[in-house]
């Protein structure tokens, strides 16, 4: 069974940078393009960046060279690296494999806020 488990949010100043981590219980991890989504205060859920198998990356312009995203194949885990964080990056954060939009897990909530 599909299932992903998000963590590292928490509570930061607006500059400052988190970690995420996403531990995916996915067949075939390695073969698989990842993504991080978030979900803002009174939004819908948005796409933020993916990470093929390969390593190609693609960010959404809002957070394009301020978030990193990578992988870990052998341990099937997956990280946003996010610096110089804004208020508007204010959200809960979910991972999941592109294309799929189902077996959300229950993300890991991230507030930037002085």
């Known amino acids: 069974q599909v299932q992903f488990v998000e963590s590292g949010g928490g509570l930061v100043q607006p500059g400052g940078s988190l970690r995420l981590s996403c531990a995916a219980s996915?067949?075939?991890?390695?073969?698989?393009?990842m993504a991080w989504y978030r979900q803002g205060p009174g939004k819908q859920r948005e796409l933020v960046a993916t990470?093929?198998?390969?390593?190609?990356?693609y960010y959404v312009d809002s957070v394009e060279g301020r978030f990193t995203i990578s992988r870990d194949n052998a341990k099937k885990l997956v990280y946003l690296q996010m610096n110089s964080l804004k208020p508007e990056d204010t959200a809960v954060y979910y991972c999941?494999?592109?294309?799929?939009?189902?077996?959300w897990g229950q993300g890991t909530q991230v507030t930037v806020s002085s």
């Open positions: 999941n494999v592109v294309g799929r939009y189902d077996n």
């Open positions: 996915v067949s075939l991890f390695s073969f698989k393009s």
């Open positions: 990470v093929s198998s390969g390593g190609n990356t």
